[in-house]
């Protein structure tokens, strides 16, 4: 166990509509990153959030937008949705300090589009 | 850009076998590298964490190498057992604090 834990573990939407995914990040951290992971590859980095604020993002348009919260927990939204974000959803938690920390992982939300 | 690849991409052994897994990464200015086993659908778990500063991690059945300087790292798993099937990935962390992942290898242990 990780302590990450991700809601809901498994969605079906419909292409066009909007989707938010929830993570709630292990206790102590203050960082949180997304990944996605498309059937068969490694995850790519999505953005990282740290003490609220964005801290760096990947090679994702803006339809891809998060929030970090106050006690550290994190939302994923992704709007207008379209056939290829159909993937599993990773969420990560970290205490970033100098860049030597290690990354724990939830269990993921599998997205599937329609 | 940080570039991870993983070979080989599967690989299936027979119980007992000891094996190595492989990851290479083209930017050596890593602050660490780790190792996460997946099971099919389900998220990473962390196996080994090794700093830029240290050589080599172990744990259990598990060790792990880093050469920093040729862009590589290794996983040994020593007498393997059908357990141990899942995808094995490593990932780089650079400056941004983002993680740099590899393709994974497919690992099958027979019994």
């Known amino acids: 166990e990780t302590g990450v834990t991700q809601s809901p573990t498994h969605l079906i939407k419909t292409r066009g509509q909007q989707v938010t995914l929830r993570c709630s990040s292990q206790s102590g951290h203050n960082t949180v990153s997304w990944y996605q992971q498309a059937l068969g590859q490694g995850p790519q980095f999505i953005f990282q959030y740290y003490r609220e604020e964005e801290n760096g993002r990947g090679n994702f348009p803006p339809r891809f937008s998060g929030l970090q919260f106050p006690n550290y927990s994190s939302e994923l939204n992704v709007n207008a949705l379209e056939l290829d974000d159909s993937a599993l959803y990773l969420c990560a938690s970290s205490f970033e300090y100098r860049g030597n920390t290690e990354a724990f992982f939830g269990q993921g939300t599998r997205l599937t589009v329609v | 850009k940080q570039e991870v690849t993983q070979i080989p991409a599967a690989l299936s052994v027979p119980e007992g076998e000891n094996l190595v897994l492989n990851c290479s990464f083209t930017?050596?200015?890593?602050?660490?590298l780790q190792w996460f086993r997946q099971d099919p659908g389900k998220g990473l778990t962390s196996l080994l964490l090794i700093q830029s500063s240290q050589r080599e991690q172990t744990s259990g059945r598990l060790n792990a190498s880093l050469d920093k300087s040729s862009g590589r790292s290794t996983l040994y798993i020593a007498a393997s057992q059908p357990g141990d099937s899942a995808t094995y990935l490593c990932a780089v962390r650079n400056a941004g604090n983002m993680l740099t992942f590899g393709g994974g290898t497919r690992l099958m242990v027979k019994p």
């Open positions: 930017d050596s200015a890593i602050y660490n």
